[in-house]
C-alpha cells in the first residue's frame, strides 16, 4: 500500500466532514461549560503526553517509511513534523510546573513551558505549510534515484533531536528579556492575545492550503487536515479555559488525536487493505481454480480429441488399447478396424484445403453413425479412421461392421460450389489376441492389412495374416535402422555424370544418395525411400543431401574443377517451409554460388501443392539455382506445370528412351517432347541412356543433354575424379582424330 497515491473514498471524506464539525461543536461546548473547575489530576498529564510522543513518533515512522518508498519530498516533511513536535513534547512535560516538581525541572519557568508550547503548537503548521509549498503538496515532486534516502531521514531526525534538547535552554534564556507584562503565569492577558491568535493563524492557513491543493482527495491530507484541527482546538481550549478544567482535559484529549490521527489512519487502511486482499486472494484462488479445471478441460481435450472432427485421436486410442490389452477382463477379445481412405490427395488438390476438411467431417460423422454404442471411433492421421470394437463375436461380424462402414462412405460427399466428391476406403482388420498379444501389436497389424488392400486397388477389406506381421516387422527394423543411419554417418553421396550429347563433355552430375549398413550392405533407395517419406525421416536426409552436395560443390571449386550438382528435392521438403532459409544458409556458410546448384523435382512433387510449389520455386529461380522436371512424361498434368513452373531443364524419364530407336510409340513421344522443351526454351536430358544407338538417335533427334549408364554409373567423388580425367583424355584424343581426318 502507498499512502502517498492512496485516494480518499468520498465516504470517507465525508465522515472526515462529520468528525470534524463534532469536534468543533464539543470544543465549543467544553470551552463554554468547562472552563473551570475540575479535579487536579497531576499524573493524567504524563500519561497523556507519553501516549501523545509514542503516536506521534510511530506517526513519524509511517511517513518516513512511504517517503523511503515513494521518494516524495512533501512526505519528507511531514515526517519532520511528527518528528519535532514529539522531541518537543519531552521538554514541555519536563518543564511543565506541578508535574514532577513544582517549579519544574531544568529551573525552569511558567514561561518556559509556555514558549514550548507555542513553539509545538506553530510547528506542526508551519512544516506542513513548507511541505506544500516546497514539497509541492500533492504533486509529484520526487528525489533522483541517486538521492541518498537513509542519510537525509537521519539528518532530520538528528535535527529534529537537537531542537528538541536546546528548546529549554533557549526559551529559558529568551524569558529574561521579556517585558514583565508577560512573564510570570502560563498565560497571561499579553499572551493570550498574542500567541491564541497566531496559532490559529498558522493552523487556519494550514488547513485552508491543504484543502486548496488537494481538496482531500488523498488519505495523508485527509488525515492532516483533521490532525492539525484538533491541534487548533487543543491551542483554542489550552488558552481559554484554566489548567485542569474540564476543557482543559477535553484539549489534551485532541492534542493525543493530533498526534495519533495519522497512526490510527494507517492502521485502518491497512485493516482495509488487508480485507481487499483477502477478499482479492479468495477471488484469485477460486479463478484459478476455475482456470486450471477448465485448462485441464482443454489440455485434455487437445491430447484426447482431434480438432477438426471432434473424434478421439491416436492418443485416446492408444491409451483405450493398452487398458483392454493390459486388463483381459474388461474384454476377453476386442477388434480394430482401420480405415485408410483412398485417394483423398485428389479431393485436396481438386478442391482444395477446406473443401477437404469438410470431406474429412463428413466422413467423421458417418462412421460415427455406423459404429455400436459401444465401439471407440477415433481419427488415426490425416485420413486414416480406426474403429476400435470390443466383443465382436466372430470375424464374420467384424467383416459385417467393415463393410458396413465402407458403405456409408462410398455415397458422394457436398463440397464447394455445388460439386460433390466420390472417395473410398480401404480396409484392415486386426483382432486381439489372434493377431497380436498387445495393443501395438494389433493396430500396426490392422494398419498393415489396410495397407495392403490399397495396395491391391483400394475400396476392399483384409484382415491381418502372417505375411503382413513379416513384413510390418521388417519395415518397423527398416525404420530403426535408417533412424540411426545419419548418426553413424552410413549415408555417402554418388554423383552420376550429365552430358553435352555434341561436345561429349561432362556439364554437371546428379547426387544420388547411397545408404551403406552394415549388416544390409548397400541398401537401393528404392528400398529406403519411401519408409524415409512415410516415417517423417524424409526432411532430415533431404537436409544432409543439401549440406552434403553444397559441401562437396565448396570443395570442387577450390580444387579448380568447379561442377554443378543437381539435387533431387522431395514433396515434403518443398511442403516444408523452412527449407528454404536452410538452403539459403548452407550456401552462405560455403560461399558457393547459388549457380552451382540445381534442384531436381518430380511432376508428382510438384502436383503435391501446385501454389506451394511455385512460391518455393520462384524463389530458388531468383535466388540463381538451377530447376529441373524430374521423369517429366510419367504425370497427366505435365504440359500444365511445364508451362507455369520456373523450369530450366526437362529431364525425360528413362521408360521413354529404353524402347529407342525401334519402339516408334516412344520415339514419337521423346519427339514431341523435344519439340515443346525446345520451343518454351527448355534444356532436355534424356535418362536411362544405356546403348550407343539410343545416344545417337537422341542427337539427330536435337536433344542436348545426356545420362545413363553408357556415360557413367553414379559414383563416389573419388571415383568421379578418376572418371573425368580418362574421359578429359578421351574426348581430347578423339578431338585430335577428328582434327587430323579433316
Same mark, same amino acid.
Given at each position: 500500500?502507498?499512502?502517498?497515491?492512496?485516494?480518499?473514498?468520498?465516504?470517507?471524506?465525508?465522515?472526515?466532514?462529520?468528525?470534524?464539525?463534532?469536534? %468543533?461543536? #464539543?470544543?465549543? *461546548? @467544553?470551552? =463554554?461549560?468547562?472552563?473551570?473547575? +475540575?479535579?487536579?489530576? /497531576?499524573?493524567? &498529564?504524563?500519561?497523556?503526553?507519553?501516549?501523545?510522543?509514542?503516536?506521534?513518533?510511530?506517526?513519524?515512522?509511517?511517513?518516513?517509511?512511504?517517503?523511503?518508498?515513494?521518494?516524495?519530498?512533501?512526505?519528507?516533511?511531514?515526517?519532520?513534523?511528527?518528528?519535532?513536535?514529539?522531541?518537543?513534547?519531552?521538554?514541555?512535560?519536563?518543564?511543565?510546573?506541578?508535574?514532577?516538581?513544582?517549579?519544574?525541572?531544568?529551573?525552569?519557568?511558567?514561561?518556559?513551558?509556555?514558549?514550548?508550547?507555542?513553539?509545538?503548537?506553530?510547528?506542526?503548521?508551519?512544516?506542513?505549510?513548507?511541505?506544500?509549498?516546497?514539497?509541492?503538496?500533492?504533486?509529484?515532486?520526487?528525489?533522483?534515484?541517486?538521492?541518498?534516502?537513509?542519510?537525509? %531521514?537521519? #539528518?532530520?531526525? *538528528? @535535527?529534529? =533531536?537537537?531542537?528538541?534538547?536546546? +528548546?529549554?535552554?533557549? /526559551?529559558?534564556? &529568551?524569558?529574561?528579556?521579556?517585558?514583565?507584562?508577560?512573564?510570570?503565569?502560563?498565560?497571561?492577558?499579553?499572551?493570550?492575545?498574542?500567541?491564541?491568535?497566531?496559532?490559529?493563524?498558522?493552523?487556519?492557513?494550514?488547513?485552508?492550503?491543504?484543502?486548496?491543493?488537494?481538496?482531500?482527495?488523498?488519505?495523508?491530507?485527509?488525515?492532516?487536515?483533521?490532525?492539525?484541527?484538533?491541534?487548533?482546538?487543543?491551542?483554542?481550549?489550552?488558552?481559554?479555559?484554566?489548567?485542569?478544567?474540564?476543557?482543559?482535559?477535553?484539549?489534551?484529549?485532541?492534542?493525543?488525536?493530533?498526534?495519533?490521527?495519522?497512526?490510527?489512519?494507517?492502521?485502518?487502511?491497512?485493516?482495509?487493505?488487508?480485507?481487499?486482499?483477502?477478499?482479492?486472494?479468495?477471488? #484469485?484462488?477460486?479463478?484459478?481454480?476455475?482456470?486450471?479445471?477448465?485448462?485441464?478441460?482443454?489440455?485434455?481435450?487437445?491430447?484426447?480429441?482431434?480438432?477438426?472432427?471432434?473424434?478421439?485421436?491416436?492418443?485416446?486410442?492408444?491409451?483405450?488399447?493398452?487398458?483392454?490389452?493390459?486388463?483381459?477382463?474388461?474384454?476377453?477379445?476386442?477388434?480394430?478396424?482401420?480405415?485408410?481412405?483412398?485417394?483423398?490427395?485428389?479431393?485436396?488438390?481438386?478442391?482444395?484445403?477446406?473443401?477437404?476438411?469438410?470431406?474429412?467431417?463428413?466422413?467423421?460423422?458417418?462412421?460415427?453413425?455406423?459404429?455400436?454404442?459401444?465401439?471407440?471411433?477415433?481419427?488415426?492421421?490425416?485420413?486414416?479412421?480406426?474403429?476400435?470394437?470390443?466383443?465382436?463375436?466372430?470375424?464374420?461380424?467384424?467383416?459385417?461392421?467393415?463393410?458396413?462402414?465402407?458403405?456409408?462412405?462410398?455415397?458422394?460427399?457436398?463440397?464447394?460450389?455445388?460439386?460433390?466428391?466420390?472417395?473410398?476406403?480401404?480396409?484392415?482388420?486386426?483382432?486381439?489376441?489372434?493377431?497380436?498379444?498387445?495393443?501395438?501389436?494389433?493396430?500396426?497389424?490392422?494398419?498393415?492389412?489396410?495397407?495392403?488392400?490399397?495396395?491391391?486397388?483400394?475400396?476392399?477389406?483384409?484382415?491381418?495374416?502372417?505375411?503382413?506381421?513379416?513384413?510390418?516387422?521388417?519395415?518397423?527394423?527398416?525404420?530403426?535402422?535408417?533412424?540411426?543411419?545419419?548418426?553413424?554417418?552410413?549415408?555417402?553421396?554418388?554423383?552420376?555424370?550429365?552430358?553435352?550429347?555434341?561436345?561429349?563433355?561432362?556439364?554437371?552430375?546428379?547426387?544420388?544418395?547411397?545408404?551403406?549398413?552394415?549388416?544390409?550392405?548397400?541398401?537401393?533407395?528404392?528400398?529406403?525411400?519411401?519408409?524415409?517419406?512415410?516415417?517423417?525421416?524424409?526432411?532430415?536426409?533431404?537436409?544432409?543431401?543439401?549440406?552434403?552436395?553444397?559441401?562437396?560443390?565448396?570443395?570442387?571449386?577450390?580444387?579448380?574443377?568447379?561442377?554443378?550438382?543437381?539435387?533431387?528435392?522431395?514433396?515434403?521438403?518443398?511442403?516444408?517451409?523452412?527449407?528454404?532459409?536452410?538452403?539459403?544458409?548452407?550456401?552462405?556458410?560455403?560461399?558457393?554460388?547459388?549457380?552451382?546448384?540445381?534442384?531436381?523435382?518430380?511432376?508428382?512433387?510438384?502436383?503435391?501443392?501446385?501454389?506451394?510449389?511455385?512460391?518455393?520455386?520462384?524463389?530458388?529461380?531468383?535466388?540463381?539455382?538451377?530447376?529441373?522436371?524430374?521423369?517429366?512424361?510419367?504425370?497427366?498434368?505435365?504440359?500444365?506445370?511445364?508451362?507455369?513452373?520456373?523450369?530450366?531443364?526437362?529431364?525425360?524419364?528413362?521408360?521413354?528412351?529404353?524402347?529407342?530407336?525401334?519402339?516408334?510409340?516412344?520415339?514419337?513421344?521423346?519427339?514431341?517432347?523435344?519439340?515443346?522443351?525446345?520451343?518454351?526454351?527448355?534444356?532436355?536430358?534424356?535418362?536411362?541412356?544405356?546403348?550407343?544407338?539410343?545416344?545417337?538417335?537422341?542427337?539427330?533427334?536435337?536433344?542436348?543433354?545426356?545420362?545413363?549408364?553408357?556415360?557413367?554409373?553414379?559414383?563416389?567423388?573419388?571415383?568421379?575424379?578418376?572418371?573425368?580425367?580418362?574421359?578429359?583424355?578421351?574426348?581430347?584424343?578423339?578431338?585430335?582424330?577428328?582434327?587430323?581426318?579433316?
Amino acid at each position: 500500500m502507498n499512502l502517498a497515491t492512496s485516494e480518499s473514498t468520498p465516504g470517507s471524506r465525508r465522515n472526515a466532514l462529520i468528525a470534524s464539525a463534532a469536534m %468543533i461543536a #464539543l470544543a465549543v *461546548g @467544553a470551552t =463554554v461549560f468547562g472552563r473551570r473547575g +475540575a479535579v487536579a489530576i /497531576s499524573t493524567v &498529564l504524563p500519561l497523556l503526553v507519553g501516549c501523545v510522543i509514542v503516536s506521534e513518533m510511530m506517526s513519524a515512522y509511517v511517513l518516513f517509511a512511504e517517503f523511503a518508498r515513494s521518494r516524495l519530498i512533501w512526505l519528507l516533511f511531514v515526517a519532520a513534523a511528527y518528528s519535532l513536535t514529539a522531541t518537543l513534547t519531552v521538554p514541555y512535560i519536563l518543564t511543565f510546573p506541578g508535574v514532577f516538581v513544582p517549579s519544574g525541572l531544568l529551573g525552569a519557568t511558567d514561561q518556559t513551558a509556555l514558549q514550548i508550547w507555542m513553539l509545538w503548537h506553530l510547528a506542526f503548521p508551519a512544516i506542513v505549510l513548507g511541505a506544500i509549498f516546497v514539497g509541492r503538496l500533492p504533486h509529484d515532486a520526487r528525489l533522483g534515484r541517486a538521492s541518498p534516502v537513509p542519510r537525509l %531521514i537521519v #539528518l532530520v531526525l *538528528g @535535527a529534529c =533531536v537537537a531542537l528538541g534538547c536546546a +528548546a529549554p535552554f533557549l /526559551s529559558e534564556a &529568551l524569558g529574561r528579556y521579556l517585558p514583565e507584562l508577560i512573564r510570570g503565569r502560563m498565560f497571561t492577558p499579553a499572551t493570550t492575545v498574542v500567541v491564541l491568535p497566531l496559532i490559529l493563524l498558522v493552523d487556519v492557513l494550514a488547513l485552508a492550503m491543504i484543502y486548496a491543493r488537494t481538496r482531500n482527495r488523498t488519505v495523508i491530507s485527509l488525515w492532516l487536515f483533521i490532525a492539525i484541527l484538533a491541534s487548533a482546538l487543543d491551542a483554542a481550549m489550552g488558552v481559554l479555559c484554566s489548567r485542569y478544567s474540564y476543557g482543559w482535559y477535553v484539549g489534551k484529549a485532541f492534542l493525543m488525536l493530533s498526534s495519533s490521527v495519522m497512526l490510527v489512519g494507517y492502521i485502518g487502511e491497512m485493516g482495509k487493505l488487508r480485507s481487499r486482499l483477502s477478499r482479492a486472494d479468495d477471488d #484469485l484462488r477460486l479463478t484459478r481454480a476455475r482456470e486450471h479445471h477448465l485448462a485441464q478441460e482443454r489440455v485434455h481435450r487437445l491430447v484426447f480429441y482431434d480438432e477438426l472432427t471432434g473424434l478421439s485421436n491416436r492418443n485416446h486410442l492408444e491409451e483405450r488399447l493398452s487398458t483392454l490389452a493390459s486388463a483381459p477382463q474388461l474384454g476377453s477379445n476386442f477388434t480394430v478396424i482401420f480405415l485408410s481412405l483412398d485417394k483423398f490427395k485428389e479431393v485436396n488438390d481438386q478442391f482444395g484445403h477446406a473443401a477437404a476438411d469438410h470431406v474429412l467431417i463428413d466422413v467423421a460423422a458417418r462412421l460415427a453413425g455406423g459404429v455400436r454404442r459401444d465401439d471407440m471411433l477415433a481419427r488415426f492421421s490425416g485420413d486414416e479412421f480406426v474403429v476400435l470394437a470390443p466383443s465382436l463375436p466372430t470375424a464374420n461380424a467384424a467383416e459385417v461392421l467393415a463393410e458396413a462402414l465402407r458403405e456409408l462412405i462410398r455415397a458422394p460427399f457436398d463440397v464447394a460450389d455445388g460439386g460433390s466428391a466420390r472417395i473410398t476406403a480401404s480396409v484392415g482388420i486386426a483382432m486381439f489376441p489372434d493377431d497380436g498379444t498387445s495393443a501395438e501389436a494389433v493396430l500396426d497389424n490392422a494398419d498393415a492389412a489396410a495397407r495392403q488392400a490399397k495396395r491391391m486397388g483400394g475400396n476392399t477389406t483384409r484382415f491381418y495374416s502372417r505375411e503382413f506381421f513379416e513384413e510390418a516387422r521388417a519395415r518397423r527394423r527398416l525404420q530403426e535402422d535408417l533412424s540411426l543411419a545419419l548418426l553413424r554417418d552410413e549415408f555417402v553421396l554418388y554423383y552420376q555424370p550429365v552430358l553435352d550429347l555434341r561436345t561429349k563433355e561432362m556439364v554437371k552430375v546428379e547426387a544420388l544418395i547411397r545408404w551403406i549398413n552394415p549388416e544390409r550392405g548397400l541398401v537401393a533407395p528404392d528400398a529406403f525411400i519411401p519408409v524415409a517419406e512415410q516415417s517423417g525421416l524424409m526432411q532430415v536426409i533431404g537436409y544432409w543431401v543439401v549440406e552434403e552436395a553444397i559441401r562437396q560443390s565448396s570443395q570442387w571449386t577450390a580444387s579448380g574443377t568447379p561442377t554443378p550438382i543437381a539435387v533431387n528435392v522431395s514433396a515434403r521438403q518443398l511442403d516444408d517451409r523452412a527449407f528454404l532459409d536452410h538452403l539459403i544458409r548452407a550456401l552462405d556458410e560455403s560461399h558457393v554460388r547459388p549457380s552451382m546448384l540445381e534442384l531436381e523435382i518430380t511432376e508428382s512433387a510438384a502436383m503435391s501443392d501446385a501454389s506451394l510449389a511455385q512460391d518455393v520455386l520462384d524463389q530458388c529461380r531468383s535466388l540463381g539455382l538451377g530447376i529441373s522436371l524430374d521423369d517429366f512424361g510419367t504425370y497427366y498434368s505435365s504440359l500444365t506445370y511445364l508451362k507455369r513452373l520456373p523450369i530450366d531443364t526437362v529431364k525425360i524419364d528413362r521408360s521413354f528412351i529404353a524402347g529407342l530407336p525401334f519402339v516408334k510409340s516412344d520415339a514419337a513421344i521423346v519427339v514431341g517432347i523435344l519439340g515443346l522443351a525446345l520451343a518454351l526454351d527448355r534444356k532436355v536430358v534424356a535418362e536411362g541412356i544405356e546403348t550407343d544407338h539410343q545416344r545417337a538417335w537422341l542427337e539427330k533427334a536435337g536433344c542436348g543433354y545426356g545420362q545413363g549408364y553408357l556415360f557413367g554409373r553414379p559414383m563416389s567423388a573419388a571415383a568421379l575424379l578418376a572418371w573425368r580425367e580418362t574421359r578429359s583424355a578421351f574426348v581430347a584424343t578423339r578431338g585430335s582424330a577428328r582434327h587430323v581426318a579433316r
